[in-house]
């Protein structure tokens, strides 16, 4: 197409249909009867858009635009009314073989012109355009930032399934209409061209990976909703959240080539833009997390709102150290976690990964997930995941209260000039005893508390404390309270069994008895931890482990704290406790106390209450703690012996059993090496599968306590249910 009727010294406009019906329109300038030059290449500039194209086999339509008033001097300046118009069109590829087929036309350059529905597909073309550059290029940088940090928001996961299904099914629309129609520009044969054939194939992408991104939020969100345990939900979030990272990069791209194309002079803008939106998502990212670094966490101690009568109902059954079936009973539509002493109702909260985690963790002590110790024991290929500042902060908005200060503390304060003290103070690291290959002892000092020798009752068991380093990146670790492997607590333990041999011989121990209970009577000076050493350079106890030798000594110590067994004096009937390697460090102190109320009932039965009173060291008569029926059960995995912690009271309870008829205490220890400990019958090696379990559990027992490593504390917790244990009677430690 030529301006002024004729073909030389005349800007040109020439269309070209390719052998794959690709369309090309393109600026150009003849200056004599040859074959005419490109704008570009005679210096000036492209200033012709190809809007679209339609080719059928007998004819060709094409939209392009120009402006009226280019500014380029190999363009003419078009105005409105009528024009005259050289023509020329061939099959040929040369520029200048027309087979006559040309000529000179007058043509009418109006506004609203229609030639028909063809150049509708303007209206939809500038529809798309406007809407992906309004959604894609700026409104999803700040929806993305909601996605970020409002995820766990059940009004806004609703609300960002409304908004991205409306945007997605309004640009798959808006795609698939172009597509239908026949919108599909270039040849790639120039740069132009090639950006048209990305723009045309990127929303072809764009078209499946939406229609994906539909399927995989609404499965989802399904998935979150549900009350089974799915471990493909991981899967189906992971390729959630990568597919919408591809579309917001291919749309982003998208729309700028679009912009490129169609007005380049906003190009540069829109990746202004872009940069900025990145800056401000960067600089927005590390506010929230120094600010949420920053501000100290859990210092509340009352709920900022007015408890509901649950609420307070909840906060006076854990003082009364009821335990969590109890509570269920009495509560049972109110959803609720302990982190520490702190108690949370999260009956609205959304978990981000999935609301069955909510069930699986109701009534419990969260800390070693989510501090990243443990994943849930019910999936046993669910990662640890420690949990940020901001997901602690989001928790705070559930908190109702502390459970408060309990009866037999582990600690004695010391309260040097008044000081006001609280559970998490500054320990001192003592001293280290390695214990075997991988467990070491660890002795702590404080100048706010000693730890008592002779706590009392059976509430604390299975409590634990919190430890932490300002010198480690890792977060807190939870290890258990184990009073009784102090080194004065074995020690004393060991003249205790032999003031029982004594008497049981006939001899009189009573001096050394009294003794004992005066040593007793006096706190310890240390706290003790037992700790398994992991080697991974990020782990906590690696940290521990070369914390003496580079003077790294003070450590913020926080316990007891937790939900612990939720025993009760007044239990009665069998409690089977499984455990793995160092999962029998919670049960130790229980074990130790079994071994008194033994040792007790025994010189009872056999010398009087008199004598039974000498051979009370707590001062709170044994005997009278628990049923008569009361029995433990203790099934137990480890790789040697020399692994097995706390050995010397399984050993005194077993042989004690055996030799005074006593039915408190059994043991079944199954080792890698075969070998066992004095006074238990050797196990064949292998697994605790469903037929050991059901040979060797009573299903009518009535409790059930496990802790291990995951994969064990998984295999122990679905074999009990497949055997028709009651859930309820099964506690995860």
């Known amino acids: 197409i030529a301006f002024g009727g004729t073909t030389t010294k005349t800007d040109m406009i020439v269309i070209e249909l390719w052998n794959d019906n690709q369309v090309t329109v393109s600026d150009f300038y003849s200056i004599t009867r040859e074959a005419p030059k490109t704008d570009v290449r005679l210096g000036g500039t492209e200033d012709v858009k190809l809007i679209a194209s339609e080719v059928t086999e007998s004819s060709m339509k094409v939209v392009f635009e120009r402006k009226l008033k280019t500014g380029d001097k ?88 409304i908004i991205f299904t409306a945007i997605m099914l309004i640009t798959l629309i808006s795609e698939l209409a172009l597509i239908i129609i026949g919108f599909r520009n270039g040849s790639g044969h120039n740069t132009g061209e090639r950006n048209r054939i990305f723009h045309f194939y990127i929303g072809l992408l764009l078209v499946v990976l939406l229609s994906i991104q539909l399927i995989l939020g609404w499965l989802t969100r399904f998935k979150y909703d549900s009350k089974q345990i799915d471990a493909n939900i991981y899967n189906w ?137 443990y994943g849930i024991e019910a999936m046993n290929n669910l990662a640890q995941h420690n949990h940020s500042s901001f997901a602690r902060f989001q928790l705070e908005e559930y908190f109702i209260g502390e459970v408060g200060e309990l009866d037999n503390e582990v600690l004695v304060p010391i309260v040097p000039n008044g000081k006001t003290l609280s559970k998490q103070e500054e320990w001192t690291l003592f001293s280290k005893t390695q214990i075997s290959r991988n467990i070491s002892r660890y002795e702590f000092l404080s100048s706010s508390f000693k730890v008592s020798l002779r706590t009392r009752g059976v509430e604390w068991f299975g409590k634990h404390f919190t430890i932490s380093s300002s010198e480690t990146k890792t977060s807190k670790r939870q290890y258990t309270v184990i009073n009784c492997m102090s080194t004065t607590a074995i020690e004393l333990r060991g003249r205790y069994t032999k003031c029982f041999d004594a008497i049981m011989e006939g001899q009189s121990p009573l001096a050394e008895l009294v003794n004992i209970t005066e040593k007793m009577k006096e706190p310890a000076k240390t706290l003790t931890l037992i700790i398994k050493t992991y080697e991974i350079p990020n782990a906590f106890s690696y940290f521990l482990r070369g914390a003496l030798a580079a003077k790294f000594q003070k450590f913020s110590i926080e316990g007891p704290i937790g939900e612990g067994f939720g025993l009760q004096k007044e239990f009665d009937g069998t409690h089977y406790i499984f455990c793995a390697g160092t999962g029998i460090l919670p049960f130790l102190d229980w074990l130790n106390f079994l071994l008194e109320r033994q040792i007790h009932s025994i010189v009872k039965a056999r010398h009087g209450e008199d004598a039974a ?102 295999d122990i917790l679905n074999s009990l249910k497949r055997i028709g244990i009651d859930q309820e009677k099964i506690h995860m430690v």
């Open 74 to 161: 190999f363009d003419t300046e078009i105005t409105k009314g009528k024009q005259l118009i050289a023509w020329a069109t061939s099959s040929s590829k040369k520029m200048t073989y027309h087979q006559k087929q040309y000529g000179v036309t007058e043509v009418l350059l109006n506004d609203n012109v229609k030639e028909d529905s063809f150049f509708d597909l303007t209206i939809i073309i500038k529809v798309h355009g406007y809407f992906l550059l309004i959604v894609w290029g700026l409104l999803v940088d700040f929806l993305l930032i909601g996605v970020r940090y409002f995820k766990s928001s059940k009004k806004y996961q609703v609300i960002h399934g």
């Open 237 to 373: 979030r992971t390729a959630h959240q990568i597919n919408s990272y591809l579309i917001v990069i291919l749309a982003k791209i998208n729309v700028w080539i679009g912009v490129f194309m169609f007005v380049s002079e906003y190009s540069s803008i829109l990746t202004s833009w872009y940069i900025i939106s990145l800056i401000i998502f960067i600089i927005f990212d590390r506010f929230y997390k120094k600010r949420y670094e920053a501000e100290p966490l859990f210092t509340a101690t009352e709920a900022s709102r007015t408890l509901t009568q649950e609420e307070y109902r909840l906060l006076k059954l854990l003082r009364e150290q009821k335990s969590i079936h109890e509570i269920e009973r009495q509560i049972p539509d109110l959803h609720w976690v302990l982190l520490g002493d702190r108690v949370y109702n999260t009956t609205g909260f959304d978990h981000p990964g999935g609301n069955y985690i909510l069930d699986q963790i109701k009534g419990r002590e969260i800390g070693r997930f989510f501090y990243g110790a």
């Open 613 to 714: 009173r000498k051979f009370d060291l707590r001062e709170q008569n044994p005997s009278e703690i628990f049923g008569k029926n009361f029995r433990v059960v203790l099934i137990g995995s480890f790789g040697s012996i020399d692994e097995i912690v706390g050995a010397d009271i399984i050993e005194s309870l077993s042989i004690y059993s055996e030799k005074y008829n006593s039915n408190i205490f059994k043991a079944l220890i199954r080792t890698k090496d075969g070998k066992t400990l004095k006074g238990l019958p050797p196990l064949p090696k292998g697994r605790f599968d469903d037929a050991f379990i059901q040979a060797n559990v009573e299903r009518d027992a009535n409790g059930f306590f496990i802790c291990g490593s995951p994969p064990f504390n998984f």
